[in-house]
């Protein structure tokens, strides 16, 4: 088991297993995106208050639990590489970070285009909003702090600071709803209660939210395999393995 573990989180070991994963992820990403989304736009009845404008929940939603499911990823590797000075955790945060932005752009477009139907405006200061907006924010931050070093050593321990102390605000974006005054509607689908949406809506919105789970995957691993040649490429296996590719 710990030579198996071994295997994938050092350095050579997780460049090549990850590529045999690559292909996989690649199928079950385009099958189960075609699933949701055919679901999503197709069997899924329109809502009784907001009629067809409710659909972009299955890019929305997902967009917004993976922002924050990335940025406590980000936290987790980076702790790891705190306390064990682990590289390959460093280079999991690193790549997950602009993914997580990404989301985050998507959460924060995506709602200002469902807003403006239902409130009558692109933007208001609410609280979920502004929650989000904050983690984008972090998100910047921390890509920022890290580009602003030139010394890799210390720009990974002083960036992995930055994150975990943003893990604080994470909470309060769930919560935003339920502690304030808020236009924003409550949660629909919540870890902690029983989910307030028809079956018909929630199964399309879970297969969007896995296809955007297997998004982050494809997308961290293809950077963390490019960071790894990237820090590793004066080793003897990465010249190896270029010249083997050249051969």
């Known amino acids: ?17 990850s590529g045999r994963a690559l292909p996989w992820l690649w ?25 067809t404008a409710y659909r972009i929940i299955y890019i929305h ?6 922002a924050v ?15 064990r000075r682990d590289t390959l955790a460093d280079i999991w945060a690193e790549a997950s970070a602009p993914v997580g932005a990404s989301f985050a752009v998507l959460a924060l477009l ?15 200061w609410d609280a979920r909003l502004t929650s989000v907006l904050i983690l984008f924010f972090l998100f910047f931050g921390y890509m920022a702090l890290r580009s602003a070093m030139d010394d890799r050593r210390l ?9 975990l ?17 808020t236009l924003h509607q409550g949660s629909t689908v919540s870890p902690l209660d029983a989910p307030t949406i028809h079956p ?3 199964i399309p919105l879970l297969i969007m939210a896995l296809a955007f789970l297997l998004y982050y995957l494809l997308v961290c691993l293809m950077r963390t395999r490019c960071a790894i040649l990237e820090r590793e490429h004066r080793s003897h296996w990465v010249m190896e393995l270029a010249r083997r590719k050249t051969a």
Do not use: C, E
């Open 155 to 163: 720009a990974a321990r002083a960036s992995a600071v930055l994150v």
């Open 200 to 202: 018909g809506m929630l």
């Open 110 to 124: 995506t709602g200002s285009l469902w807003g403006k139907p239902m409130w009558g405006a692109w933007w208001v």
């Open 61 to 66: 939603l997902p967009a917004v639990w993976m």
């Open 69 to 83: 499911f990335a940025y406590m990823v980000m936290a987790g590797s980076a702790l790891i590489h705190l306390v």
């Open 27 to 51: 199928l079950s990403f385009v099958a189960v995106f075609a699933a949701g989304l055919a679901g999503g736009l197709i069997p899924a009845s329109p809502d009784l208050g907001q009629g």
């Open 165 to 181: 102390v943003g893990v604080v605000h994470v909470p309060l974006i769930h919560f935003s709803v339920i502690w304030w005054s």
């Open 1 to 17: 088991m710990y030579r198996a573990l071994n295997q994938w989180t050092s350095p050579p070991g997780f460049y090549r297993h």
